[in-house]
């Protein structure tokens, strides 16, 4: 099957990040600064993408304000026409920062809040942030970025959705993504404690659908819904190697950022080759595009062409295998770990953190 | 509010549009989106710059096309400001 034109890079930077939120999607093992891509190797990496094709570029991590060399990555991402967002937590976006990258051509900034309440924000997050990442929300407004945020919604904060949404248009957001926690990292390693209720659930779908139609035209509202409670898996990015791919902070080429969970396949490194032969030619790109690969149910199931059999990695990290049906999926025959899943979901929220496996840094 | 001809489309804030050289077509770009665009497409966003009305759009694109547009620009204008993508005033 050939390859469409990729539209979408997320590029992370780094693993480095003050934050530890536990549902973070970077795998639980993790390289540290010696093992990041130099800026020329980015740059290069942003070329080749813009050549193949790429019109969208998230600046992601880790927290990508750990580089400081992200304003001159900013930069060439600018003159290369890329729409490029910066994927932050907020901390170390001070005064300075944002002026810089917004006069490096930076047009969006996304920030992410843990929740409303801002002891339960910092307790997500592992360190007291609320208070930096309302000053750097206030100077992106005052800068003119397009200016987005993003909740991670679990079920610690689920039932303030309302709040939530509140909290983001009084910031001054031209956009707020609303995101149920998916399942992977160590988002799958805390997924006792992260897990919402059907309750909760319920609930939040009616508060989310008033203030999608409430805020129209003022603050647009992006709900992604919990898959777990879902009947059908979700399209993961139009499929596999179908318009999107990441690109580790040690040059690997992913086809989505949760792929290195599919122990069964070797990503290849822009170190070593070319976007555009990873993207056309490699094995784990060509893995799973298009249906050959498919096993059933999904394979004679008219529901191919729109949900594409789901998330790969979901499939692998549940049943085993990458090639079956994602378990989220109803028709799947081991639906019965989803439903499992949920009903244990009572455990006392606890969290394993998220830290970077220590190791000495020569950054 | 469904766009009328008297409306002032204008392009969200956050969009913008560009000359994508590699497909060698137009682009919608918006943060995590993109839509590829026509030439007719382009040529009516191009002309959306929160001064003219969709009958001022329609008047420009007349001369050009030789018939009336002002049904087919208001219907394409419309389902982009159901994505959110234009604004009207």
Partial sequence: ?363 | MPLTPSSVPTLWRLARLDFDQVRQQHVLLYPEGAVLLNDTGAAILQLCDGQRSISAIATILEERYKCDVTADVTEYLSQLADRELIRDG
Wanted: proline share 5%; charged share 20%; hydrophobic share 40%.
């Fill in chain 1, 1 to 363: 099957m050939t390859a469409n034109r990729p539209t979408t890079l997320l590029a992370e930077l780094t693993y480095r990040c003050p934050l530890h939120c536990p549902y973070c999607s970077n795998p639980l093992a993790m390289a540290g600064a010696s093992e990041e891509l130099t800026t020329e190797d980015w740059q290069r990496v942003f070329t080749q993408a813009r050549e193949l094709g790429v019109l969208q570029l998230g600046l992601s991590g880790g927290e990508p304000l750990a580089r400081k060399d992200l304003e001159a990555l900013a930069r060439h991402a600018h003159a290369l026409g890329l729409y490029t967002t910066l994927v932050t937590s907020g901390v170390g976006l001070t005064e300075s920062r944002a002026e810089s990258l917004r006069e490096a051509g930076l047009e969006h900034v996304q920030i992410s809040i843990q929740d409303s309440d801002p002891e339960t924000a910092d307790r997500i997050a592992g360190m007291q942030a609320v208070h930096l990442k309302e000053a750097a929300a206030a100077v992106v407004r005052r800068l003119g970025f397009a200016f987005s945020i993003n909740a991670v919604l679990h079920r610690a904060n689920l039932h303030r959705i309302g709040e939530i949404i509140e909290l983001a248009a009084s910031l001054g957001a031209d956009r707020l993504e609303l995101a149920n926690t998916q399942y992977y990292g160590w988002a799958l390693e805390n997924r006792n404690a992260l897990m919402p209720t059907a309750a909760q659930v319920t609930a939040a779908q009616d508060v989310a659908d008033e203030a999608i139609r409430r805020y129209r035209g003022r603050m647009q509202i992006i709900y992604v819904l919990p898959d777990y409670y879902e009947t059908y898996p979700k399209p993961c990015y139009g499929g596999w190697g179908s318009v999107y791919l990441v690109v580790a902070p040690d040059g690997r080429v992913l086809p989505c950022h949760g792929a290195t969970h599919i122990t069964s396949l070797q990503f290849d490194s822009v170190r070593d080759r070319s976007m555009a032969w990873i993207w056309e030619e490699s094995p784990a790109f060509r893995a799973f595009r298009g249906d050959e690969w498919m096993s059933e149910p999904c394979r004679s199931c008219p529901r191919k062409t729109i949900d594409f059999g789901g998330c790969r990695c979901q499939a692998f990290a549940l049943t085993g295998s990458a090639t079956n049906t994602d378990p989220v999926c109803t028709l799947s025959p081991h639906r019965a770990v989803i439903d499992k899943a949920i009903d244990e979901a009572t455990a006392p929220i606890d969290y394993r953190y998220r830290y970077l496996k220590l190791e000495t840094e020569r950054a």
